[in-house]
């Protein structure tokens, strides 16, 4: 009895082992038909991507540069603008690695999105690599701007040099170009990087006027630069200062250090403002006749006391001493040298008055060793 039951299990367990077996084979063969079906085009073959991809901006164009390292590419596609445009470029292989430089040319102003494909004889492509990259134009020509000249004045000492102040400049000018006539009717150019506040042209020829413009790079990579219109300036002669020997200065003081110690030539002795007062301070200067005034000189007080420079000052001018005309706020350097103060125009009076407005130390008063006026 219980050798047949022995024998039912075994016969049990052998069918079972059969038909689990047919089932593996019959799904070991779904699959390789399976299998069959996805590659029955034959293996997927990838070509090697367009790899290190550099854009250079320009003036209504651009520059692709790109590495290809697959022995087997043949040819790039290039497309932009959603795909709308696109351009094939053949591909000759030289070294193991070869370097591709495509330029677009013709190309509105704006930003890209480029797709880059390679491919090779057999027409299989690379992996699609991507970049991005700027076009300028009209548009960003018309935006730029001149970096200002603030003076451009014949050199007191010597007429055939002529003295160029530079204003801000914006930061990404790459520096401005000076066209001038000298001495023996050459026209001369001369480059100022944007480091440069100020620059001597040589052997000026004097009377005539120069022109200047600025050059600009939108991008550190741009293959163009770009300009902006010429502009004219016109030098102005030497400051020729007027004797001071007959003026009269008066103001608020500190005791005998009185406003006419700013007019006598002497930088040791000042003017110094009211100690019991706070800014502002002023002095008046009485020529004692008309005079034409293209701006006015200063020299601060030297030595320790340069550090309370005055700082802001306000130039008003008057006729009769009594109705008086602003000429604006001026700031004054911090510096021992005399220093000018160009007007924009010349400008006719007897009499001027320097306000004083702040000084370098936030103080509330402070010194002036010398003042005077001049003509160009």
Known sequence: MKNNQNNTNMKSNLLYSLVATLVLLLGCDNMHDSYKNFIKDGEIVYVGIADSI????????????FLISDPSASKVSILWNNKTDSLIIPIERVHQIDTINIELTDLQEGAYSFNII??????????????NGNVYGENYTSSLLN???????????????????WGASDETAIGSEIVYTDLFNNLCTYFAPPEEKSTVLKNYCEGTSFQHRTLYLPEET??????????TTKVRGAA???????????????????PQNA???????VWHMDKTKIYPHSMVVDMGEINTISGFSFIQRGGGGLMYSIKLIEMQISDDGDKWSSLGEFTLEKIEPKQYVDLDIDYSCRYF??????????GAFTALSEIGAYKR
Do not use: H
């Open 240 to 258: 020729i200062e007027y004797n001071k020997s007959t003026w009269i200065a008066t103001g608020n003081c500190d005791g005998n250090r009185t």
């Open 353 to 362: 008055k320097l306000i004083a407005k702040s000084d370098y130390n936030n």
């Open 147 to 165: 970096t200002p000249v603030r003076e451009a004045n014949v050199n007191k000492n010597n007429k055939s040099l002529v003295d160029v102040i």
């Open 222 to 231: 741009a293959i163009d630069t770009f300009y902006t219109a010429y502009e």
């Open 118 to 131: 390679v491919y090779d004889d057999e027409n299989n492509s690379s992996i699609t690599t991507y970049a």
């Open 263 to 269: 007019i006598d030539n002497n930088i040791n002795t």
């Open 54 to 65: 550099q854009v250079f901006p320009g003036n209504n164009r651009l520059k692709l540069n």
